[in-house]
């Protein structure tokens, strides 16, 4: 099992930036195909972005593409989402998920972090 700790949240006005970082632990960090999803008030959460066990491959929700940056380092076992250019549309509690090998979803989440953007 893995355990995954966000942190990096707060208030940003709109067009400022913000760095999320997802702290993992009881496992080896490399094994896990890791997103980022989100949940803003009254709406079901979505896909963010993903980035798959080695970084070389990430994908993004169109919504943010551009925009955020995912990357990790896994000699840290920690997992990045870089957001720039933040939208009041993009406020929502930010949650970093793992992957194990043979899943078909993700197993493992955090317990979220909250992003609020001011307009």
């Known amino acids: 099992q893995v355990q995954l700790v966000e942190s990096g949240g707060g208030l940003v006005q709109a067009g400022g930036s913000l760095r999320l970082s997802c702290a993992a632990s009881?496992?080896?960090?490399?094994?896990?195909?890791m997103g980022w999803f989100r949940q803003a008030p009254g709406k079901e959460r979505e896909f963010v972005a993903r980035i798959i066990w080695s970084g070389g491959s990430t994908y993004y929700a169109d919504s943010v593409k551009g925009r955020f940056i995912i990357s990790r380092d896994n000699a840290k076992n920690t997992l990045f989402l870089q957001m720039n250019s933040l939208k009041p549309e993009d406020t929502a509690v930010y949650y970093c998920?793992?992957?194990?090998?043979?899943?078909?979803?993700?197993?493992?989440w955090g317990q979220g972090t909250q992003v609020t953007v001011s307009s």
């Open positions: 009881g496992s080896t960090f490399s094994n896990y195909y």
């Open positions: 998920a793992a992957k194990s090998g043979g899943s078909t979803g993700y197993n493992y």
